[in-house]
Nanobody
């Protein structure tokens, strides 16, 4: 599976962005997908995950209903809808694929290149 993340950018606090993760390869539809983010000098941290079928999903506690992960298997694409963005959400966001839903980055076999999200105050 090859992954291409996009949709990042600069947004004001309180605004929204939708990240996309386009996948190539036949295994996407059998893969769980996850989103992670990384702050400068920090470890990559889990944001959200979704099973191969689209249900269930799981979010990190800091999401607090602001982010929604989804997927469209017909389009080989996963999404992360981010609302009510805060300056502390500023990070590089990565999508990843795994055999099953997981919160640990060690469980993910394939990674996209990352997309920068910057939230101004």
């Amino acid at each position: 599976v090859q992954l291409q993340a996009s949709g990042g950018g600069l947004v004001q606090a309180g605004g929204s962005l939708r990240l996309s993760c386009a996948a190539s390869g036949r295994t996407f539809r059998r893969s769980a997908m996850g989103w992670f983010r990384q702050f400068p000098g920090k470890e990559r941290e889990f944001v959200a995950a979704i099973s191969w079928s689209g249900y269930p999903t799981y979010n990190a506690s800091f999401v607090k209903g602001r982010f929604t992960i989804s997927r469209d298997n017909a389009k080989n694409t996963a999404y992360l809808q981010m609302n009510s963005l805060r300056p502390e959400d500023t990070a590089v966001y990565y999508c990843a694929a795994a055999p099953a839903m997981a919160t640990s980055k060690a469980e993910y076999d394939y990674w996209g290149q990352g997309t920068q999200v910057t939230v101004s105050s």
